[in-house]
């Protein structure tokens, strides 16, 4: 059964710095992971997908990674900006067989707060 | 091109009453998923479509039910409404492509059940 764990739960710093948000999954055999951000009241927007055969992608300041083996993905976001405050939450796939559908379980994501 | 599109985006209902709710996919998009998000619980799966047809469904009761059009339009139904439907609903639509599938979500249908 997969689980989707985030830490921290929420998280406070001072505008400029570089943080690291943490995902980790139980089930490694995925085959994507997807990273989304969700501001208060609003659908989620998609910030980044990994392919299982990649180690890391990156779409301006985010950069996410993926680590199978350790059953963990992080997302990175440098010089960060009171604009990035939001929850951030990751998504992995698990698969209904035979008819090969797919649902994504979520993590509780990180809520950030960025401090002008 | 035009995102996922939820309507309505709020409603307020009484226990015992019933609800519909609708969702427009991205066009071309033929996967529709449906995901309730709660502060308690998180985002949960609800049920999802492929052309027309429920492929799987989450750990809900069957007061909730849905159906998919043969344009790919989605609607959610709740019946006996209960104070614990309370939630945002959220719908996503995808190419579902073998190896690289991405979640479009719509802005969410917010409920509160009184």
């Known amino acids: 059964k997969q689980e989707v764990t985030q830490i921290p739960a929420a998280l406070s710093v001072p505008e400029g710095e570089n943080l690291v948000l943490n995902c980790s999954f139980t089930?490694?055999?995925?085959?994507?992971l997807q990273w989304f951000r969700q501001d208060p009241g609003k659908g989620l927007t998609s910030l980044l997908l990994?392919?299982?055969?990649?180690r890391e992608q990156t779409s301006g300041r985010l950069n996410a990674s993926l680590d199978k083996s350790s059953g963990r993905s992080t997302l990175y976001i440098a010089a960060s900006q009171p604009g990035d405050s939001a929850t951030y939450l990751c998504?992995?796939?698990?698969?209904?067989?035979?008819?090969?559908?797919?649902?994504?379980?979520f993590g509780t994501g990180t809520r950030l707060k960025v401090l002008a | 091109k035009a995102g996922v599109t939820q309507t309505p985006r709020y409603l307020i209902k009484t226990r015992g009453q019933q609800v519909t709710l609708s969702c427009s996919p991205i066009?071309?998009?033929?996967?529709v998923s449906w995901y309730q998000q709660t502060p308690g619980q998180g985002l949960q799966f609800l049920f999802e479509?492929?052309?027309?047809?429920?492929?799987n469904k989450g750990n809900f009761p069957g007061r909730f039910s849905g159906r998919q059009f043969s344009n790919s339009r989605s609607e959610m139904n709740v019946s006996t409404l209960e104070l614990g439907d309370s939630a945002l609903y959220l719908c996503?639509?995808?190419?579902?492509?073998?190896?690289?599938?991405?979640?479009?979500f719509g802005s969410g249908t917010q409920l509160s059940v009184l």
């Open positions: 996503a639509s995808s190419l579902r492509t073998k190896t690289n599938e991405k979640l479009f």
């Open positions: 089930d490694s055999a995925i085959y994507n």
């Open positions: 990994i392919q299982s055969s990649q």
């Open positions: 998504a992995a796939p698990v698969e209904f067989l035979p008819v090969q559908a797919y649902k994504y379980i």
């Open positions: 066009s071309g998009h033929r996967s």
């Open positions: 479509y492929f052309s027309e047809t429920q492929r």
